[in-house]
Structure formats: structure tokens, C-alpha cells
């Protein structure tokens, strides 16, 4: 009885994996025999000239050019280069830049060297009527052409002493700051 109470296990038919992933199925007809599959077989076998490497140093068609960080709209004020409007320079001499929130301490002298390697002509800084010694934080730098004071624009917000100062177009009339020169707020 013991002997009839036992279930019989059936076991499955054990094929290798390469039988399994076949067309069919895993399928396998009784008496065929399935060629064991290499892929570095596969790869000899192919026609024409294939590469296995990952990348190609000759051949840098997917790789995507250098970008130029500086001229994201994310990149930040410090990065980009200045805007300058070229037309609100003047177009003759007197070619005069206002310097604003300098340092107590500038010289015209220092101002002078910050600017070497441009034609500057002469330096103002106002002083205080309360106290002849005591600066008003602010100046000017007269320029003898055009290219001079251009350059000289490019430098704004350059830091002199322990101040980032401003340089811009002074107007003609009045010598104060040209409004909005540099084309964007806060710069």
C-alpha cells in the first residue's frame, strides 16, 4: 500500500539554456543536435568592417562640441562677457567715463595703473565741500580716443582696492552716468 500511496514525481526534461532561448521555444526535435552559439563566433562571421570598440578617436561623429559656458542664460554675471552698445559712445572727444563707488582711499595714480595699457588723459576725483580730504566716492577718467574708452568699459565691476567699481559712459552735458549703458539691470 505504501508503494501505492507515493505519487510518482515527475520531473521535467532538463535542456541548456541555448536550447531554451532557440526559435521554437526550446523545442528541440528528437536526434537534432543544436550547435553551441559563441557571439565572438557570431562577430567573425559578420560581413564587413565592425567595430567593437565603444568609441572611435578618428571618428568623433556622436560626441557633441565644447560648450561655451559663458553664454548660457544660466551662466552667471561674473561669467559673461560685458554688453556694451557701442552707439551711445561719443563720436568725438571728449571721451569721458564716470567711475562710480571707488574706494576713499583711490589716487588718481592708481586709477592710472588700473588703466595702463589704455590713452588716458586725466583723472578728476571730486572731494567732499565739508572736507577737502575726504573723497565723494566717485570720479572720472577722460580717455584720448574712442577704442581707449571701450576698453575701458569692458572692465566694469573690476574690483580696485576693496571695491568692485563701476565704469561707465558719462553723459556729455553733465558728466553724470549714461542711464541703462551697459544694457541690463544691476549691472
Known amino acids: 500500500m505504501a508503494a501505492s500511496?507515493?505519487?510518482?514525481?515527475k520531473k521535467g526534461k532538463t535542456i541548456s539554456l541555448t536550447d531554451f532561448l532557440t526559435e521554437d521555444g526550446g523545442l528541440v526535435e528528437e536526434g537534432a543536435v543544436s550547435k553551441p552559439v559563441c557571439w565572438a563566433n557570431e562577430m567573425d562571421d559578420l560581413e564587413g568592417d565592425v567595430?567593437?570598440?565603444w568609441h572611435s578617436n578618428d571618428d568623433d561623429v556622436y560626441r557633441a562640441p565644447p560648450?561655451?559656458?559663458s553664454?548660457?542664460?544660466t551662466a552667471p554675471w561674473?561669467?559673461?562677457e560685458p554688453i556694451i552698445d557701442r552707439s551711445r559712445l561719443p563720436k568725438s572727444p571728449t571721451y569721458t567715463a564716470f567711475l562710480g563707488n571707488l574706494p576713499y582711499d583711490v589716487t588718481e595714480e592708481s586709477i592710472k595703473e588700473f588703466f595702463k595699457g589704455l590713452n588716458t588723459s586725466a583723472v578728476r576725483l571730486p572731494r567732499a565741500p565739508s572736507n577737502p580730504e575726504r573723497l565723494k566716492g566717485f570720479g572720472y577718467a577722460e580717455?584720448?580716443?574712442?577704442?581707449?574708452l571701450f576698453s575701458a568699459l569692458s572692465l566694469n565691476k573690476e574690483s580696485l582696492g576693496n571695491r568692485r567699481f563701476q565704469v561707465d559712459v558719462a553723459d556729455q552735458e553733465d558728466g553724470a552716468p549714461s542711464?541703462?549703458?551697459?544694457?541690463?539691470a544691476g549691472a
Not at 5 to 9: E, G, L, Q, S, V
Not at 143 to 148: A, G, I, M, P, Y
Open 5 to 9: 500511496a507515493k505519487k510518482k514525481n
Open 51 to 53: 567595430s567593437t570598440t
Open 71 to 73: 553664454i548660457l542664460p
Open 143 to 148: 580717455f584720448e580716443d574712442r577704442d581707449s
Open 78 to 80: 561674473a561669467a559673461r
Open 67 to 69: 560648450t561655451d559656458r
Open 179 to 184: 542711464p541703462s549703458f551697459h544694457g541690463r
